[in-house]
């Protein structure tokens, strides 16, 4: 039995829109009347089949089986990737070798300017592509407090710093979300994106500084600034468009650091600015720490790296698809809905990968870690337990809302709200931006917005003949911008400083810089649509992971990482080994 769609069920596209916004407005109000965002979740994925079932007709089978299956793409391999990623950064913290990661990045310059360059900017993008869901905020400004920051400085210049590497956290996992949910390739989102954040990357760290400082002090450190955001802004622009969306932060975050530790050997500014009035400095910056000991603490992540890049060559995806991969389709649900013109609506098979799954590369480094920064598995194990428990609630979240972006989409409610908004015409690309900004700001998380809006974004974009590549990854943009503003991330900021109580100040400190770059980013994407199209990339609409790749040859990158791998541990080895001492 097939069920046909329809897009206009009350016979007026706007009374229509309007219903189908319902779910969309209760997980806004809902979090902005601060209920807790698992339940948020859970509510909104009912609402939605409720109105699926009432209003639009669909069956109960169908918007069940709907919402079961974008729970598990929520599950795997959204949620799995973000376990992986905060069990690594869990295992450093834990095994107390993030202190030696602090502590270094501490000791390299006194100049307040530029440890908010190096702190907040460059390590935060870091930590937001190793780990995400609030830990750069909460780490970076936690350890300029202890530098000597006003505690509000602190928070606001780390919340507004975050908004350059959001699109790419937590090893890539809203970009991931958006091609899962817009049926686009991952890789021409993260292209696109790619083209449009280093604009905001080249500009943050000039920003932070003006703010601390005022424009005459920052021009006094302009080639730290400069080297900071066009390092970043490179390297972040050079991964998303050659490596794919998993690494950008991770490897930009780093280049941007060593870049700017290479200048302060060799360049110091005229005098070391710092706040009138500031807190005790608690943070040791004279410990100094051996080349071997910050080469151990970093191995995780660069052993991570690693393993990510080789995971994201084709022939590696078909070497562990070869070995560890299977599929399956959703009994009742496949084959069985018609689009409003009768053909037939693709339902995907659920695809487990369980090896190639970036998750399950990011996992394989925690594995290899953990003997060489000196706990036991025993304690891995432990560790890993207490990860699920830290992130069960994160986890049903997220796949409640995959589940209702798929029952939004099955039932054609999403295709309701598109052409409502194609009624905007020409104007949509400017309001595209907004849309992902709402999302995270109530939501907290840029990939949960593009849960909820990448699919809108593509049909809208379709129906007034953009390149839905467009929408989609401005989505994605423009949610970056709501990051520093979102409730979430202004509690996390304010408990990792000591500000309990005085959200609304940190609140007031951000809200004017997310509406200024927001505004940006709506300029870049009508540039993007209309003045500029060369800048999208050349992509096919159905594009999917490489199957054709060569099995042997991706077994043979997968030796040759075997043995970079064992190069890096004998190399922390020897440089932590006391007998070679």
């Known amino acids: 039995m097939q069920w046909t769609q329809t897009i206009d069920p009350l016979g007026s596209i706007l009374l229509s829109a309007l219903v189908a916004s319902i779910p969309v407005v209760f997980i806004f109000v809902a979090l902005y009347r601060k209920m ?21 007709k669909m069956p109960v089978g169908l918007a069940l089986l709907s919402g079961f299956h974008g729970a598990l793409y929520g599950l795997l391999p959204i949620s799995w990737i973000i376990i992986s990623a905060v069990y690594l950064f869990n295992l450093t913290v834990e095994s107390g070798q993030f202190d030696v990661i602090r502590n270094f990045m501490a000791s390299i310059t006194p100049d307040r300017r530029l440890q908010a360059l190096l702190i907040a900017f460059s390590f ?25 920051f006003h505690p509000l400085y602190a928070a606001g210049i780390c919340l507004i710093a975050n908004t350059a590497p959001v699109a790419f956290g937590s090893v890539g996992t809203p970009i991931i979300m958006a091609g899962r949910i817009s049926d686009l390739p991952e890789m021409a989102i993260s292209q696109m994106v790619g083209r449009t954040l280093p604009v905001l990357s080249v ?39 050659y490596l794919g969306p998993m690494l950008p932060d991770v490897l930009a975050g780093i280049m941007s650091v060593v870049s700017l530790m290479i200048l302060l050997r060799f360049w110091k500014p005229s005098s070391n600015w710092r706040f009138t009035e500031e807190p005790e400095q608690v943070i040791d910056t004279q410990l100094r720490h051996s080349a071997g000991a910050v080469i151990r603490a970093c191995a995780p992540f660069l052993v991570m ?14 070497a562990l698809n070869a070995v560890g991969h299977f599929s399956f389709e959703i009994p009742g649900l496949t084959n069985a809905i018609l689009k409003p013109d009768g053909t037939l609506l693709e339902i995907k098979p659920f695809e487990v990968n369980y090896l190639s799954a970036p998750g399950t590369a990011v996992l394989f480094a925690a594995l290899i870690s953990i003997p060489l920064i000196g706990i036991s598995y025993r304690t891995g194990v432990q560790i890993f337990v207490k990860t699920l428990k830290q992130l069960k609630f994160s986890i049903i979240t997220i796949a409640s809302v995959v589940g209702f972006a798929f029952v939004a989409n099955n039932s054609g409610m999403s295709i309701t ?34 849960a909820l809006f ?30 520093m503003i979102s409730p979430q991330s202004i509690a996390i900021g304010a408990a990792a400083v000591g500000l309990v109580g005085k959200e609304s100040d940190l609140f007031r400190f951000t809200v004017k810089h997310s ?41 043979a990158y997968l030796l040759v990482l075997a043995a970079a791998i064992g190069i890096v ?12 001492k």
């Open 124 to 148: 935060g993008a870091f930590l937001e592509g190793a780990a995400g869901f609030g830990a750069p905020v909460a780490i970076s400004a936690a350890m300029l407090v202890g530098l000597g």
């Open 454 to 483: 990448c699919k809108l974004q593509a049909s809208a974009a379709d129906a007034i003949g953009v390149d839905p590549v467009v929408t989609v990854s401005a989505n994605a943009s423009g949610g970056v911008t709501g990051k």
């Open 417 to 450: 709200m598109a052409v409502a908004l194609a009624g905007t015409g020409a104007m949509f690309p400017f309001f595209s931006p907004i849309l992902g900004w709402l999302g995270v700001f109530l939501t907290g998380s840029d990939t949960s917005s593009n």
């Open 515 to 555: 509406f200024l770059m927001l505004f940006v980013v709506c300029l870049l994407t009508v540039m993007q649509a209309y003045w500029i199209p060369w800048i999208i990339p050349a992509y096919d609409p159905g594009a999917t992971a490489a199957t054709q790749a060569s099995v042997p040859t991706g077994f």
């Open 305 to 318: 790296t690693m393993i990510i890049v080789a995971w994201g060559l084709a022939p590696v995806k078909a």
């Open 36 to 56: 807790k965002a698992y339940l948020a979740s859970v509510f909104t994925l009912t609402l939605a089949i409720v109105l699926a079932v009432v209003v639009y």
């Open 203 to 241: 500009v943050v760290p000039f920003y932070l500084v003006v703010i601390m400082s005022g424009l005459k002090r920052s021009m006094e450190v302009l080639p730290a600034i400069l080297v900071s955001g066009v390092s970043f802004a490179f390297f972040q622009w050079l991964t998303a468009n």
């Open 569 to 580: 541990i004998a190399a922390v080895w020897l440089l932590n080994c006391p007998r070679l």
